[in-house]
C-alpha cells in the first residue's frame, strides 16, 4: 500500500525558512514521481514542485522558483521541500502526491490531476 506522511510544516516570520518532508513506503522510491502542492482557504490547489527521481528531473512554479528546492533521500525514501524567503501568501497546507514513473519528462509535473496518492497535509502559516 501507498503511503505518504508529510510533516515539518509550522508558523514562521514572512522571510523565514522551513524544510517539509514526505516519507514514502509502499513503492519503490525511482518507480514513482513525487510532487508538492498547496491549498490556501478558498483556493484550488496549487503544484509548487515536482521531483523524478529516476531521472533528476525538476520542476518548480514560478511563484517559488528561486525560493524552494526539492531534494530526496533515496536511502530514507523521503522527500524533502527546503522553502526560503517565505512570504506571507505561502501560506497554505502543503500535500505531497506521487504517481507512477511514466519514463519521461511528465508533460504536466504540477497539475494535481496527473497524481494518484496523497499524503495528509501539513500546515504552513507564514505570519509576524
Known amino acids: 500500500e501507498v503511503q505518504l506522511v508529510e510533516s515539518g510544516g509550522g508558523l514562521v516570520q514572512p522571510g523565514g525558512s522551513l524544510r517539509l518532508s514526505c516519507a514514502a513506503s509502499?513503492?519503490?522510491?525511482?518507480?514513482?514521481?513525487i510532487g508538492w502542492f498547496r491549498q490556501a482557504p478558498g483556493k484550488e490547489r496549487e503544484g509548487v514542485s515536482a521531483?523524478?527521481?529516476?531521472?533528476?528531473?525538476?520542476y518548480y512554479s514560478d511563484s517559488v522558483k528561486g525560493r524552494f528546492t526539492i531534494s530526496t533521500d533515496s536511502a530514507k525514501n523521503t522527500v524533502y521541500l527546503e522553502m526560503n524567503s517565505l512570504k506571507t501568501e505561502d501560506t497554505a497546507v502543503y500535500f505531497c502526491?506521487?504517481?507512477?514513473?511514466?519514463?519521461?519528462?511528465?508533460?504536466?509535473?504540477?497539475?494535481?490531476?496527473?497524481?494518484?496518492?496523497w499524503g495528509q497535509g501539513t500546515q504552513v502559516t507564514v505570519s509576524s
Open positions: 509502499g513503492f519503490t522510491y525511482d518507480e514513482y514521481a
Open positions: 521531483i523524478q527521481p529516476r531521472y533528476k528531473f525538476t
Open positions: 502526491a506521487t504517481v507512477r514513473e511514466v519514463g519521461r519528462p511528465l508533460a504536466n509535473p504540477l497539475s494535481p490531476y496527473g497524481y494518484d496518492y
